[in-house]
């Protein structure tokens, strides 16, 4: 196939806004499919996928909406077909690298932020902990969760991603949190994290 210049000129403007504007996301979608796939080499393969999907759809993006969201959507998409529909659970790595406090921090910044008591008690228990909690919510929950609280989208932005209505997403928003809230709070009752005593 033999390209004339001004096709050459559009692939160059293209690939040019691309790398400008997709790139900078690198980190956040490293971090998004980590927590999706649980180990480093399926995350890098998951994004270089997410990557390769949306650069060869970009001429299909509409400048000037929301490009994070969009190649979120593809991200999740592409784990969906690859890693779901083959049934593969990926194994799970050491905790390096793993970033579940963003939970806690984001949500203090976040409009519907955890009370002060709350956070000072998350705090306080350790990474594995709150993984696993995150881990016991289904998919959908945890998905929305983590879209929220630690990449910090609004719920709008999930709708989109998740190809729900907004009122779903608040949904499992609102669920989620109460279910990790349950299970973080049992975890710190059997531990005296957060237990007032009786001093009478």
Known sequence: ?????????DEAELRARFEEEALPLLDQLYGAAFRMTGNEADAQDLVQDTYVRAFSSFNTFKPGTNLKAWMYRILKNSFINTYRKNQ???????????QDWQLVEASSHHPV????????ALDS???DTVREALESLSD??????????????????IAQI????VGTVMSRIYRGRAQLRTALADYAKRMG???KEDHA
Not at 1 to 9: I, L, P, R
Not at 90 to 95: I, M
Not at 162 to 165: D, E, I
């Open 88 to 98: 593969r659970r990926p194994q799970q790595t050491s905790d390096e690298g793993v």
């Open 140 to 157: 959908t929950y945890r998905e929305a969760v983590l879209l929220a609280d630690v990449e910090g989208f609004s719920y709008k932005e």
């Open 162 to 165: 998740m190809g729900t209505p």
């Open 125 to 127: 228990l350790p990474d």
């Open 193 to 195: 994290i957060g237990v």
């Open 1 to 9: 196939m033999v390209m004339d210049k001004k096709e050459q000129v």
């Open 113 to 120: 932020a955890l009370e002060s008591a709350e956070a000072a």
